[in-house]
């Protein structure tokens, strides 16, 4: 974890989670993920079906819609679901661009309230398998926090540069640009970026979303 990033509660990776601390449930908590694929090719329809058919959803609920595709579960069968259906559009080898919005801790439409006054949540980081396929990204990074706990003032920016340090440590932060920072590296290897970011900001703060959309085979970057 960044050494600016605030915390509640500590807890090594790999170590059980304390009693008490509330534990990420897509029922409880509102995790989830949007995501649309723009395939620039002829066969777009093919392209995009297959890779639907080709990712694992295994203990995630998803649904696919004439915008997006709804996907909601455990963090990392979530995560693995949006990578190897990624990459297995990019493997057809059209440019594709995928946008993906996740979002945490807020399980209503309208209102963010928890059950029982449950605060933010502990998730363990996700480590993804390798996809060999190159990516560029634009990551944004949204902390919805407004009154602060445990005596920790809320700081959306703090959170923000906490989570583009790591991502300069992960070796996949390329620039700061206009609302966004970029990104490059493996599919997997960015998306593990964006959702340690979400993850550790939401250890305490308790809703965040983050948006992302990847460029692969763009005939710019050639």
């Known amino acids: 974890m960044h050494p600016n990033y605030p915390t509640e509660v500590t807890v090594p990776?790999?170590?059980?989670?304390?009693?008490?601390?509330?534990?990420?449930?897509?029922?409880?908590?509102?995790?989830?993920a949007r995501v649309t694929l723009a395939v620039m090719s002829p066969d777009y329809v093919e392209i995009i079906l297959r890779s639907l058919r080709a990712a694992d959803a295994t203990g995630l609920e998803v649904?696919?819609?004439?915008?997006?595709?709804?996907?909601?579960?455990?963090?990392?069968?979530?995560l693995r679901y949006l990578s190897q259906l990624i990459?297995?559009?990019?493997?057809?080898?059209a440019h594709v661009v995928a946008?993906?919005?996740?979002?945490?801790?807020c399980p209503g439409e309208v209102q963010c309230e928890l059950p029982g006054g449950v605060g933010p949540l502990h998730s363990e980081i996700v480590e993804l398998e390798e996809t060999g396929?190159?990516?560029?990204?634009?990551?944004a990074l949204y902390p919805l926090e407004d009154t602060g706990r445990n005596g920790v003032d809320p700081d959306h920016m703090r959170d923000i540069y906490a989570a583009i340090d790591y991502a300069k440590a992960?070796?996949?932060?390329?620039?700061?640009?206009?609302?966004?920072?970029?990104?490059?590296g493996d599919v997997a290897r960015i998306l593990e970026t964006v959702a340690a970011g979400w993850v550790l900001v939401g250890r305490t703060v308790q809703h965040v979303a983050c948006h992302l959309t990847l460029s692969i085979n763009s005939?710019?970057?050639r």
């Open 99 to 105: 946008s993906v919005h996740l979002s945490r801790g």
């Open 63 to 78: 649904e696919t819609g004439d915008v997006s595709t709804f996907v909601a579960g455990r963090e990392p069968d979530m």
């Open 133 to 139: 396929v190159p990516a560029a990204g634009e990551w």
């Open 13 to 32: 990776a790999g170590a059980p989670v304390p009693a008490g601390v509330p534990v990420p449930d897509r029922d409880n908590f509102g995790i989830g």
């Open 219 to 221: 005939p710019t970057g």
């Open 170 to 184: 992960k070796g996949t932060f390329v620039k700061s640009e206009h609302f966004v920072t970029r990104l490059e």
């Open 87 to 93: 990459s297995a559009a990019a493997r057809s080898g």
